[in-house]
């Protein structure tokens, strides 16, 4: 079994931050409730907004990983996979999150300016165009809804970057613990924190290979985890109405024709 390179390691680790960060904002998301005060405006501008950023920022990160490229080339997957119905230009659906998410950065824009109601759920509208920088080319977006925008992102970025670590047989890869120890031991040397005593006390203590073991297996737990679907769109029947519970979150209304299913259990 292969060894994991320091540079794969924490690239690993820093998608499992991008990813889990990804599932917050979207999870808090579905926490807002007409009436809106002007606080839950700000703050559903907030975590719509950090969805985008987040999710962009694991795509960005596989990307520039200069050693998964050429064979795990994340762009061109998806720009073959973001196809959807009425939506057949899987580029220009990808130039449009990525857009989206850079206007949100770097222009300010606001994506919660517009919503309509699912009885008291806020049915944020997508923007329905977004340029580039010099507002040379415009992206239309690919749902009226910007929670079915988000749907239809979970069905294919997080599978798609799960299958890229797969490929480059990173899930695989068992950690080099002699150099996870090393690194524990110039972490303490180095350390602006810890005070000399602690220090000392530090460095007393035999390091156990189970422990960088452990810590490496739940953060590729909690990254399997964070690429699996967190939410999807389809209709409801009423033999599954029947059947519904606490475990999953659903709107009593469609008054606009809005399908969306949130199924709680990948938040947690």
Known sequence: MATLSIEHRDLLHSLAWYMTA??????????FRMQ??????????????????????????VRDT??????????????????????????????????????????GLDITSAAQFDGTFPMVLAAPKVQNPSGTKTYASFDKYLLHVIAKCEAVIGPTIRECLDDAGLFQATIDTTAAEIEYREAVEQSHVMSDHHKALARSIEFEPEWAVAAHEATMVNL????????RTGRRSHHHDKKANNAELRPRRRPWGATWVVAERWYR
């Open 224 to 231: 399997r985890r964070c690429c699996s679907l967190a939410i």
């Open 22 to 31: 990804r599932q917050t904002a979207l999870r808090s998301t579905m926490s």
């Open 66 to 107: 200069k050693s998964l490229q050429p064979n795990n080339d994340i762009e061109a997957r998806l720009k073959s996979r973001l196809v959807f119905s009425g939506f057949s230009d899987g580029e220009a659906n990808y130039l449009y999150i990525r857009e989206l998410r850079n206007s949100v950065i770097h222009r």
């Open 36 to 61: 809106l005060s002007v606080n839950d405006q700000t703050d559903m501008r907030i975590h719509y907004s950090g969805y985008f950023q987040n999710l962009v920022a694991a795509i960005d990160l």
